[in-house]
Structures are given as structure tokens and as C-alpha cells.
């Protein structure tokens, strides 16, 4: 019988090793010299816990800011018949609807090296009529689980979830956010209402790129960011963001850049870690295999700031030079995982 440690790593560790196009219970098993059958069994339990990845964020950020990210990703499941959970989703980067999972995930990131340390499976109201979240409430609820284990600086997210319901729960908890807002929505600004947009004070002229103002949206009193982006063709684009601290705006346009972090580790985990392979039909396993994915990121994460890499892809690269029990116990034995990583 495996050990706790061993267990832990058994999974995550065959991901990172598998050079297989997908990566199943079958393709993967081989690397650890179990069978496919066996790694079935470990998607059944609850073996990675948000509890584990947020012990490997405490370590790897001693005394640093933290900054939550919260962002959605659709983990294809074209061919699924009945995966529990799945259900036809409109991927806007695509622009295609097909049948998939909708994660709603959680990222810490210090602004440098970012740990994934949960996620909450969204269904539409279609397919889940009776127990229907939206997405900005499992948001809620991950940070609601989140608040107890870390003390966290911000939360980071795009416009999906700047709404209401989202601001004012962060209000009451005492919250700091940063979120994407939209262009169209109307603000109060000197007791004039007026599309954020058209407000001539958050216009920026000549070499100007960002600028920020106190207004009130919805009976909350916040603070806008107009910042102007330069596309790689030279189109110029002005985006705005919402927050509820003063700061200069530069501070607000540097603040929302951390959001980036969690689209390259979804870009990651999806072309190296199998995020989209899991082929296991309950949803149980389902998690189970994307949180087992989340631990495969923590350990590459790990092994960039310990060999001082450009990025996980470059960790990658090097641990797939070594043998799975080698590997199994160079993190096991090691201390990268319970103890800091870096001061």
C-alpha cells in the first residue's frame, strides 16, 4: 500500500511524466507501473485537497502579498455521452458551443509565480435547475473557503463577475477587488449619471495611459480606471476596471495585470497536464483528476523557483529527464513541499 506522501504524488507526478497525446488512466498508469485500473480507484478519492495547495502557496509566499485570482475555463468534452456534469457550453474564445465542463477556478499568485488551490464545477440552469449557481456565487464560495486557511491582499477578476452580488459580498467582508468593468454600465460622478465611457474626466489624451476616478455605480462608492491599450496591429483600445481602494492608477492597471496569471497556467495545464483528458464518467473523478492537475502545476511551480527557471514549461522540460520513483522521491523526500521555499 502506498503511503500518504506517495499517494499524493502518484498521480500528479505520472501527468508531468506522460508523453502520451491524452492523457488517461490508461496512457498515464504505465509511467507509475500500476494499472489503469488502479488509477481509477485514486480518482474516487479526495486524495489533493485545497488544503494541500494552499500549504504549497504558504510556503512558496512567505511575507508576500497574495493576490486571488478568479477565473472560468471550459474543459472540452466534445465526445462525452455521459461524464457527470457536462453540459454544452459557449467557449468565447472559440466562439463555439460544445459539450464540456465549466471550472471555476482559484489562482494565488504574488504577481511573480502563481499556485492553483481549488476549483467548483458550474452547470447551467438547463441542466441543473434546482441546485443553480452562478458563477460569481461559487466564486463567493471559494473565497469563502479560501478566507480561513490565508490571509489574502486582493481579489482578482474579469468583468464576468464584476456585478453586484460580487462587489457588495466583498464589501461586507472586507475584501479588496480589482475586476474588468464594462464600458456601457452607468455611473453617478458629481451627481450626474453617465455612461463610464463618455465621462470626460476618465478620457485619456496624447501619451496618457491610464487614469483613475471616484464615483458611485449601483450605491456603491468605487474607483474607475480607464487604460488604454496598443493592439499588435496599433490599434488603440481603451479597457476599464473597477475597484473599491485608492490608488494611483498605475497601481490599479498593475494590480488587474496578475489576472494573467491564471490564463497561461489554464494554457499549461491544458497542452501539458491533460486538464482535458479525464475520460472517468462521475464527477467525483472529475474533480478529483483536475485538482490532481492543480498539484502537477504546484510542482512544476516549485521547480522553477528552486532551479530559478523562465517559466513551468522550462520545469517541465527538465523533470521529464528523470524516472517516475526518482522523481516520486526527489519532491517526497524533499522539503519544497511543507516547508519555504523561499524567504
Known amino acids: 500500500m502506498l503511503r500518504k506522501t506517495e499517494l499524493k504524488l502518484t498521480y500528479p507526478i505520472s501527468l508531468l511524466l506522460s508523453t502520451s497525446k491524452r492523457k488517461t488512466c490508461e496512457s498515464i498508469s504505465s509511467i507509475a507501473n500500476l494499472s489503469g485500473d488502479s488509477f481509477c480507484r485514486i480518482l474516487q478519492q479526495p486524495i489533493i485537497t485545497m488544503t494541500d495547495l494552499v500549504q504549497i502557496a504558504k510556503n512558496i509566499f512567505t511575507n508576500r ?105 466583498c464589501l461586507d467582508k472586507g475584501i479588496l477587488f480589482e475586476m474588468r468593468f464594462h464600458s456601457n454600465r452607468v455611473i453617478e460622478y458629481h451627481g450626474q449619471k453617465i455612461s463610464i465611457k463618455e465621462l470626460d474626466c476618465l478620457k485619456l489624451k496624447k501619451r496618457r495611459k491610464a487614469r483613475t476616478k471616484k464615483g458611485i455605480w449601483q450605491g456603491m462608492t468605487l474607483f474607475f480606471t480607464a487604460v488604454k491599450k496598443i493592439t499588435k496591429s496599433d490599434r488603440v483600445i481603451i479597457t476599464y476596471q473597477v475597484s473599491n481602494y485608492k490608488a494611483a492608477a498605475q497601481v490599479h492597471v498593475r494590480n488587474y495585470s496578475y489576472r494573467w496569471c491564471i490564463e497561461k497556467f489554464f494554457r499549461t495545464a491544458k497542452q501539458h497536464l491533460g486538464l482535458n483528458d479525464c475520460q472517468a464518467r462521475s464527477k467525483v473523478a472529475q474533480k478529483n483528476h483536475i485538482m490532481n492537475v492543480f498539484f502537477a502545476y504546484a510542482l512544476l511551480q516549485i521547480e522553477k523557483i528552486k532551479k530559478n527557471l523562465k517559466n513551468p514549461e522550462e520545469a517541465l522540460r527538465r523533470l521529464k529527464k528523470k524516472k517516475f520513483e526518482n522523481l516520486k522521491s526527489y519532491f517526497s523526500r524533499s522539503t519544497q513541499i511543507f516547508e519555504v521555499v523561499y524567504a
Open 65 to 169: 502579498k497574495l493576490y486571488l485570482v478568479i477565473d472560468d475555463t471550459i474543459i472540452s468534452k466534445i465526445y462525452s455521452q455521459s461524464i457527470e456534469g457536462s453540459c454544452d457550453n459557449y467557449n468565447s474564445s472559440s466562439g463555439q458551443t460544445y459539450r464540456s465542463l465549466c471550472s471555476v477556478a482559484a489562482v494565488l499568485t504574488d504577481g511573480k509565480n502563481a499556485i492553483p488551490i481549488g476549483q467548483e464545477l458550474w452547470i447551467s440552469k438547463k441542466f441543473s435547475p434546482d441546485n443553480y449557481q452562478r458563477k460569481w456565487e461559487i466564486a463567493q464560495n471559494l473565497i469563502t473557503q479560501i478566507q480561513p486557511l490565508l490571509s489574502m491582499h486582493m481579489v482578482v477578476a474579469d468583468g464576468l463577475y464584476a456585478n453586484v452580488g460580487m462587489m457588495k459580498e
